[in-house]
């Protein structure tokens, strides 16, 4: 938050978010649990063999037991294996399922790789870890199940991934790190500012309309072919400050894990970006086609926005940075910022202190995602789509389609888009306050709320179209695809066409935002 940073003090939500996720390691004293799983494993691998009957039968189970092998929270004992087997087993789901590794489990992983080493080399537990979290058996019968099985054939896995270039599905920013989806409030249509304007320009305060890329130009266009030129500034502080282990922020964390189960997590090992629900792009992305009376176009029949509203005119946007709200006029949200200018008051609503208990911690892919739909652009360009096509590995394209997907299961989870609504209503309410400002002083009157109510939702029925035109293409040429890869065994194209299979069925009910809520309805 603003009041986190030094730098960040002072300058109230116009600075919107300085905020970084801290990550961190638990530590813990050595442990006898590290002897009883060496012991146990060592054991085990000197004869390693299963119970002839299946231990997941329902009919070998005291009938007075309740279990859900679903998950992980089923106690292994229950299943009558052999200490060491059940040793083993309990502990092989806790280090694959756990996202960041204690101190304890750090030396079960090195113990584990020492003992698997003369003769099963290719079950290192990184190897292990990636296989089994994709592996159809860990996620349609469980985790247990999945774990049994694995120790059980513990030959047949080590040939199986012995496999040189076997494809494994990473996340889209370790694939490919210097993707735009993978940039904070990344904003395509308009790119780096190259020098000043050769019209007047309407330059933001140092503490207005920042963020965290590079200085973009927008433009609010007038009668006459002229226009006005203003600037969203980077920010001169880093990007985020550190998050403390014990913020409540970490409540509020949304993973790529979480594209159909956009439940709360706890901090992994990968970045996430601190998420402007309401892109800090909206504002001048609105100001651009208020100042023209259009709507962003959008061919879709089952979104009726009426006609074209009338345009802006460019000379209120000239009154945008300038003192003409009074002094004595309170904030319209609660920890709102109180200035005479409208800028501070717009772009405070999208991060203020205030406002801090709705934001989240977004994983980059799908933050960048969401900013790449949310300028109404397709989410990956057709030219990058028809390279992975050809790849030997699915998993980039894949990735690209549940990231989709995933930007709208997180607007539309209920939390979420509680935080969305309360953002967007009081957004519409600053908006009022500056139209009512402005009308009481100049003429002709401005219908900002009307234009914003009607804009805003052409806003998200685009994102809609863009996201379902591009899952409706590329979901069946992907499935078309991965049928016909001859680098990828059975295993790999079962699960890779069950996924796709799956998007299918999510693009048909997922794709969309709620409007409800929004006072403008």
């Given amino acids: 938050m603003d009041t986190r940073a030094r730098s960040c003090f002072g300058h109230g939500g116009a600075n919107s978010f300085c905020c970084r996720p801290s990550l961190y390691v638990e530590r813990s004293a050595l442990n006898p649990e590290i002897v009883e799983f060496e012991e146990a494993l060592d054991h085990y691998l000197e004869e390693p063999t299963c119970l002839t009957s299946d231990p997941f039968d329902p ?26 087997l059940d040793t083993v087993l309990s502990t092989l789901v806790e280090l694959v399922q756990a996202p960041i590794y204690t101190a304890l489990q750090t030396r079960q992983v090195k113990a584990w790789d020492a003992l698997m080493e003369p003769n099963y080399p290719a079950l290192t537990m990184k190897t292990v870890k990636a296989f089994m979290l994709g592996w159809s058996v860990w996620k349609s019968r469980g985790a247990l199940r999945a774990a049994y099985e694995f120790l059980c054939n513990l030959a047949q896995f080590n040939a199986r991934l012995k496999k040189k270039n076997r494809p494994t599905c990473k996340r889209i920013c370790d694939v490919v790190p210097t993707s735009t989806l993978c940039n904070p409030e990344d904003d395509v249509d308009h790119p780096p500012a190259k020098g000043p304007s050769s019209y007047g320009a309407l330059i933001a305060r140092s503490n207005d309309f920042q963020k965290r890329n590079p200085v973009r130009e927008y433009h609010a266009y007038c009668p006459d072919g002229s226009y006005l030129t203003y600037q969203i500034f980077a920010a001169d502080y880093p990007s985020a400050g550190d998050w403390p282990e014990d913020d409540e922020i970490w409540q509020r964390v949304v993973d790529f894990e979480d594209v159909y189960d956009m439940g709360i997590l706890v901090p992994l090992e990968h970045d996430f970006h601190t998420e402007h629900i309401l892109e800090i792009q909206t504002i001048p992305l609105f100001f651009e086609y208020a100042s023209r009376g259009r709507f962003i176009d959008t061919p879709l029949d089952d979104f009726e926005y009426g006609d074209d509203f009338t345009p802006i005119p460019c000379e209120f946007f000239d009154y945008i940075d300038k003192p003409i709200i009074g002094e004595d006029v309170p904030p319209v949200h609660p920890g709102g910022i109180v200035s005479q200018h409208p800028s501070h008051r717009i772009m405070d609503v999208l991060g203020s202190y205030g406002n801090d208990g709705h934001f989240w911690l977004l994983e980059r892919h799908i933050n960048g995602m ?46 979420v888009h509680r935080s969305f609504m309360i953002l967007a209503n009081r957004l519409r309410k600053v908006f009022k306050l500056v139209e009512d400002t402005y009308n009481a002083q100049h003429s002709p009157r401005v219908r900002l709320v009307r234009a914003w109510d009607k804009w805003f939702r052409n806003l998200l029925g685009n994102s809609r179209f863009v996201a379902e035109r591009f899952l409706e293409e590329w979901i069946p040429r992907m499935e078309a695809s991965v049928a016909t890869n001859p680098h990828l065994d059975l295993d790999q194209k079962t699960q890779s066409l069950a996924e796709l299979r799956k998007l299918y069925i999510h693009m048909h009910t997922d794709i969309g935002i709620s409007m409800d809520g929004y006072e403008g309805n």
């Avoid at 009919?59 to 060491?84: E, I, K, Y």
């Avoid at 992975?388 to 699915?394: I, M």
């Fill in 370 to 415: 969401k900013a790449i739909l949310w300028s109404g652009k397709s989410p990956v360009a057709a030219s990058r789509m028809e390279v992975l096509e050809q790849e030997e590995n699915p998993c980039e394209a894949i990735a690209n389609l549940q990231g989709t997907i995933a930007v709208f299961n997180y607007l539309n989870d209920p939390s």
């Fill in 59 to 84: 009919l070998s189970f005291d009938q007075n037991v309740s279990l859900d092998f679903s998950t992980s929270m089923a106690q292994t004992r229950d299943l009558g294996l052999p200490q060491d």
